[in-house]
């Protein structure tokens, strides 16, 4: 053993000296091509943060990037956006690291630029993003990604894209669907799904759903009812409603706002879209002839509110018809009438600190009043022709009732019978929620989205 130690100790220090000649000659020339031969050229194809260096050496590549690098800082328009929010990025706060984008170079290939983003977290948090459910580093990888290549185009990242959704299951809204009369229709539903499940990134058509289940039997009112729930309890989430129809007249068991009507000869359905990456599920509820719904899911980095504004009502008119065969005195009323109804219907949506990000119209529901009708004496309508009275209009002016003759008799088969006239007084005007008479827009007549 100790004859063969001396020739153990020599065979290592041989090896060492082997790999020290070895690396200097090699990462000496690697040193020496780099750093003291600035000279030296990139060869074709090769790319630098999409810049061209292709036959530029190394000093003048480094040169060029620079020049390149300050004139993106002076022209790029990278922006985040939250909501309503647009957040621009910083150009002070892109640092480029040259010497190692340009030690990395693949040569004859596209490399991109070594870059860093500073202070993300606080340029995010100084405009109230909550960062605790927000992927930082994905979303710094990003604008990193977009600065490495020296993009000149605008560019802008939704902060919401980059959401960390939650593992837990909350409850997101309930309705409870009161006052709605159950039906046969209904109960089928509730009996038999339990739940509807939301797939991430897609759209919900009540149409769609029941043909797919084959599931029949629901009458154009009863869907009508379920979707105008369904709608309410949609509203305070982030959910886009595609398409929605209004009736001619408001169901006494739906909240004015929030109708959404359905009819299956003609087509009209309920659509609308979940826009997050997550599954969330409707709830179905029964108990007994009470009907309730839940939207769960992960959850929101927002709180959603809905908000009703300027509520009107319209005055009808009332129009009145003459007959001879009422005594003196004695009134009819053919139709009672309803009075028109206009709301709009706002969704907030506030930071989990109380701080408004967005507020947006969801819709501006309107309802044509319906005039009311009377028949009166012909006796009292020749005692007003003798003595004609004008009517003070709501603005204070003073018009005449409109008389307009008529043809009504006990008997519609007796040619003698005499003709009644018509009188319609008293304009239809809409009221606010205050009591005050203000007159309805142009937009406020439109029927375009009344089936």
């Known amino acids: 053993m100790g004859k063969t130690l001396p020739f153990t100790k020599l065979s290592v220090f041989f090896v060492l000296c082997s790999i020290y000649v070895f690396s200097f000659a090699h990462l000496g020339a690697f ?22 260096v292709s036959t530029l050496s190394y000093a003048k590549a480094e040169e060029e990037l620079h020049i390149k690098i300050e004139d993106w800082k002076g022209n790029q328009s990278m922006t985040l956006s939250y909501m309503d929010t647009v957040i621009p990025l910083d150009s002070k706060l892109f640092h480029f690291d040259l010497p190692a984008s340009i030690e990395r170079a693949a040569q004859g290939a596209e490399t991109p630029l070594l870059v860093n983003y500073e202070g993300l977290d606080s340029l995010l948090s100084s405009n109230e993003v909550n960062t605790s459910m927000l992927d930082l580093e994905g979303l710094g990888q990003e604008i990193m990604e977009h ?14 894209d980059f959401f960390i959704q939650s593992d837990s299951i909350e409850i997101i809204s309930e309705i409870n669907m009161d006052g709605v009369t159950s039906t046969p229709g209904l109960q089928a539903l509730f009996d038999t799904y339990e739940e509807i499940e939301l797939e991430g990134t897609s759209s919900f058509s009540l149409m769609t759903f029941l043909d797919e289940e084959a599931f029949t039997g629901m009458s154009n009112q009863e869907l009508s009812t379920f979707a105008s729930y369904l709608y309410q309890l949609i509203l305070p989430t982030n959910f886009e409603v595609i398409e929605r129809h209004q009736g001619r007249e408001l169901p006494v068991d739906i909240e004015l706002g929030f109708e959404a009507y359905v009819n299956q000869d003609q087509g009209d359905d309920f659509i609308f879209t979940n826009p997050n990456d997550a599954v ?10 009470s ?12 709180t959603v509110s809905v908000v009703l504004r300027n509520e009107q ?3 009808p008119k009332v129009i009145k018809q003459y007959s001879p065969y009422l005594n003196k005195g004695e009134v009819k009323v053919k139709e009672e009438g309803r009075n028109g109804m206009k709301i709009e219907v706002w969704r907030s949506f506030e930071s989990k600190n109380g701080e408004l990000l967005k507020e947006e119209k969801i819709s501006e529901d309107f309802y044509l009043p319906v005039f009311k009708e009377e028949i009166h004496s012909m006796k009292d309508y020749v005692v007003e022709r003798t003595e004609p009275t004008t009517e003070t209009n709501d603005n204070g002016t003073d018009s005449p009732n409109e008389v307009v003759p008529t043809r009504e008799s006990s008997d519609p088969a007796d040619p003698t019978a005499p003709s009644d006239p018509i009188e ?18 142009e937009t406020d007549l439109s029927l375009s989205n009344m089936k």
């Open 291 to 302: 009907y309730s719904l839940a939207l769960t899911g992960p959850q929101m980095p927002y």
């Open 424 to 441: 319609t007084g008293g304009d239809a005007s809409p009221e606010n929620a205050d009591g005050e008479d203000v007159l309805p827009s």
């Open 147 to 160: 600065a490495a290549n020296l993009d000149d185009t605008d560019e802008n990242l939704p902060i919401e």
């Open 280 to 289: 969330y599920k409707i709830i179905l509820n029964r108990q007994g002839d």
């Open 313 to 315: 009502t319209f005055k």
């Open 31 to 52: 040193a020496y091509d780099r750093l003291l031969s600035p000279n030296q050229a990139f060869p074709e194809g090769t790319r630098i943060g999409n810049i061209d």
